[in-house]
């Protein structure tokens, strides 16, 4: 079992900036990729940006050039740093993490999440 505990969420004003954080205990020897995902009220969870273990990085779209995601081997621990928030940025963003086969993009292939944190921005 691998838990993950997030924080770094709030209320941010448009133009901006935040960063999350995810620590990552418990059997962590069997983790490949962490990622962030994120909900809106009404819409499903989408990608967000994941850091694999070999040292590859994967953005959406919508924030690439805006949000970093990197690791702290020592702790265990990967942030998303996000720069330059949108009102559309608005969700509940979710940390997970994979130690098996399957696309980065794709949240079943995920086997561990956290709880959430919420992140508003206003315009």
């Known amino acids: 079992q691998v838990q993950l505990d997030e924080s770094g969420g709030g209320l941010v004003q448009a133009g901006g900036s935040l960063r999350l954080s995810c620590a990552a205990s418990g059997r962590t020897f069997s983790i490949n990729t962490m990622g962030w995902f994120r909900q809106a009220p009404g819409k499903e969870r989408e990608f967000v940006a994941a850091?694999?273990?070999?040292?590859?990085?994967s953005y959406a779209d919508s924030v690439k050039g805006r949000f970093t995601i990197s690791r702290d081997n020592a702790k265990n621990t990967v942030y998303l740093q996000m720069n330059n928030l949108k009102p559309e940025d608005t969700a509940v963003y979710y940390c997970a993490a994979k130690g098996g086969i399957g696309t980065i993009m794709l949240a079943r292939n995920y086997d561990s999440w956290g709880q959430g944190t919420q992140v508003t921005v206003s315009s």
């Open positions: 850091k694999m273990w070999t040292g590859g990085t």
